[in-house]
């Protein structure tokens, strides 16, 4: 993958809760092209993806579910406690998981590209790399984020970080280091100060403008972390109570997500917060002020987060508005969307995603698909 002409490969690994996918999608905010490869591989097993039968027809029809998709954790208890079951999943999966990476890297634009695994160092895909990069984080951060974000006990949280390699033995092996203490500040600056080394050394090919399109007095810009303060501002406002969120809340959630800004005469008017996880794009929060109009307004927030997913290879996009933006029919037909419970999604990982993303209480989902050519897709 490296030999694909200009195109730069980092690999990113890392113990558990150390923080590898908050590396990756800052990253990405900066202007890389970024892979999940753990996600790949639950792809490539997923009902009608190429791996699907050939696992069946190893293990047996039992690991299935009653919707007859791949019961993961049943195939978990089987190989973890069996070495050579698992050299047969990993001799299934892994050359899927190859040729989809590779697919994706000669389709970016992007000539950086970032591939995230936690196994990098154990397979073959640590050859295709140009550098290797791993997180780091003290024991006592990994514990406190398992707790916090897994809802683990401290005694799983420890048994976790126990069963996976001395994070000493992939520091060894990395080209760079990226110590995470915990502070979201601190990491952005390791990372954007890593960024700025490699990015004019790896190609001549200019990295992606900040996004603007501009119509009348409107213009929308993908947020930055310095805009914390106003964006947490701007979505309590409009959310009229919904959420209590401090400048501090929206700079961590940059881990997770971009924002793009509507703004009107240099105000801030609009937002879209969205993220890409596993080739789907997902927009969790919007909203646009009431003086606007909100058909132009949701049109150019639409309109950005469909070309930055477009720009990430995105196969499908899901948006869940508030109810009084839902309600606005004719917007949403004009931008081709439509609304989907998730058992309709009909890919699963299109349906894992509407699952994962949805919002808590009575949430409408509006649905597009982005492109029609589908990593993975049976042969």
Not at 128 to 154: G, H, M
Not at 159 to 176: C, D, F, P, T
Not at 231 to 246: D, F, P, R, T, V
Not at 282 to 296: G, H, K, M, S, W
């Amino acid at each position: 993958m490296s030999s694909v002409p200009g195109k730069y490969i980092i690999g990113l690994t890392g113990n558990i809760a150390t923080g590898k996918s908050v590396v990756r999608r800052m990253l990405e905010h900066l202007g890389a092209y970024t892979i999940d490869a753990d996600a790949l591989s639950h792809r490539a097993i997923a009902k009608g993806a190429p791996g699907y039968q050939p696992i069946i027809n190893e293990f047996g029809k039992w690991i299935l579910d009653k919707d007859g998709e791949i019961d993961r954790s049943k195939l978990a208890s089987v190989v973890f406690h069996d070495l050579g079951a698992l050299a047969e999943l990993e001799g299934i999966i892994h050359p899927l998981v190859g040729q989809a990476i590779s697919v994706l890297v000669k389709r970016a634009s992007q000539p950086i590209v970032v591939i995230e695994a936690i196994k990098l160092l154990e397979s073959e895909l640590q050859k295709a790399c140009d550098s290797i990069w791993v997180t780091y984080a003290p024991e006592e951060v990994q514990i406190e984020r398992l707790i916090r974000k897994r809802n683990l006990t401290r005694d799983d949280a420890q048994n976790r970080i126990s069963l996976q390699a001395v994070q000493g033995e992939k520091i060894a092996a990395a080209n760079v280091v990226i110590r995470n203490t915990g502070s979201y500040d601190d990491l952005w600056k390791q990372v954007a100060a890593i960024w700025k080394q490699i990015s004019p050394a790896t190609t001549e090919i200019t990295q992606p403008a900040t996004m603007n399109q501009g119509a009348g007095d409107f213009v929308v810009v993908r947020g930055k972390p310095r805009n914390s303060e106003s964006i947490a501002k701007l979505i309590n406002h409009l959310s009229k109570g919904g959420k209590n969120l401090s400048g501090d809340d929206v700079m961590a959630s940059f881990g997770d997500k971009a924002y793009m800004l509507l703004q009107l005469q240099d105000r801030l008017v609009g937002i879209a917060g969205w993220q890409v996880e596993n080739l789907v794009a997902r927009t969790t929060e919007l909203y646009v002020e009431n003086e606007i109009d909100a058909q132009t307004g949701l049109e150019m927030l639409i309109a950005e987060v469909e070309r930055a997913s477009g720009d990430l290879q995105c196969e499908a996009s899901l948006i869940f508005p508030a109810a009084e933006l839902a309600s606005l029919d004719s917007v949403w037909r004009k931008l081709g969307y439509e609304q989907r419970v998730p058992t309709a999604l009909g890919v699963q990982a299109w349906q894992d995603a509407a699952t994962e993303s949805m919002p808590k209480g009575d949430t409408i989902i509006l649905f597009k698909q982005l492109r029609q050519d589908r990593i993975l897709r049976p042969i």
